[in-house]
Antibody, heavy 121, light 108 residues
Framework: QVQLVESGGGLVKPGGSLRLSCAASGFTFSDYFMTWIRQAPGKGLEWVSYISSTGNTIYYADSVKGRFTVSRDSAKNSLYLQMNSLRAEDTAVFYC??????????????WGQGTLVIVSS | SYVLTQPPSVSVAPGKTARITCGGNNIGTKSVHWYQQKPGQAPVLVIY???DRPSGIPERFSGSNSGNTATLTISRVEAGDEADYYC???????????FGGGTKLTVL
């Protein structure tokens, strides 16, 4: 079955960096676009980043553009999020989610369990 | 940027029908997806492309989308339906995924 497992979260100081990973299994990873979604404590869902199935098309939310970098490695069936210049407001649970179908307008049909990032001094 | 507006909360008695709205400018021209999130859990897709239901989602869940409002309807509400619900679209003008603010469904 489809499985997405995030890792790499933790406590980091403001201005620091962290790299999140999302290990995918149970499907052909290279056939699907992937996204990162985050959720601050007690808040709603916030989209962070999109990467196409080939990795050739990438989009970011305005709040993270220039600080976060998404990438994928089909050989390792893995999705990554490099987060630099972290701020307190980046504190959140980060989810990776799979996009169904070939269109960016498609639904996110599978989600990982999330990894918690805490930015604090 | 495109904005989706949801009521913060909706309350319904067991066995009744809950309707959760998602407002957006000409949202009827977009594909709307809905997610259910229970406390401490990851979101789960419950409706996609306005009104389609993934396998495993009860027929009690349905969706519609027209004009400036998309609606998630839950019939014969059960205690287990209590959760936060989020609508989502793709905004092609900004190339962004957009989520509504979420609606907390309370079963009385």
């Amino acid at each position: 079955q489809v499985q997405l497992v995030e890792s790499g979260g933790g406590l980091v100081k403001p201005g620091g960096s962290l790299r999140l990973s999302c290990a995918a299994s149970g499907f052909t990873f290279s056939d699907y676009f992937m996204t990162w979604i985050r959720q601050a404590p007690g808040k709603g869902l916030e989209w962070v980043s999109y990467i196409s199935s080939t990795g050739n098309t990438i989009y970011y939310a305005d709040s993270v553009k220039g600080r976060f970098t998404v990438s994928r490695d089909s050989a390792k069936n893995s999705l990554y999020l490099q987060m630099n210049s972290l701020r307190a407001e980046d504190t959140a649970v980060f989810y990776c989610a799979r996009g169904q179908g070939g269109y960016s307008s498609s639904q996110l049909d599978s989600w990982g369990q999330g990894t918690l990032v805490i930015v604090s001094s | 940027s495109y904005v989706l507006t949801q009521p913060p909360s909706v309350s319904v008695a067991p066995g009744k029908t809950a309707r959760i709205t998602c407002g957006g400018n000409n949202i009827g021209t977009k594909s709307v997806h809905w997610y259910q999130q229970k406390p401490g859990q990851a979101p789960v897709l419950v409706i996609y492309y306005d009104s389609d239901r993934p396998s495993g989602i009860p027929e009690r869940f349905s969706g519609s989308n027209s004009g400036n409002t998309a609606t998630l309807t839950i019939s014969r509400v059960e205690a287990g339906d209590e959760a936060d619900y989020y609508c989502q679209v793709w905004d092609s003008s900004s190339d962004h995924v957009v989520f509504g603010g979420g609606t907390k469904l309370t079963v009385l």
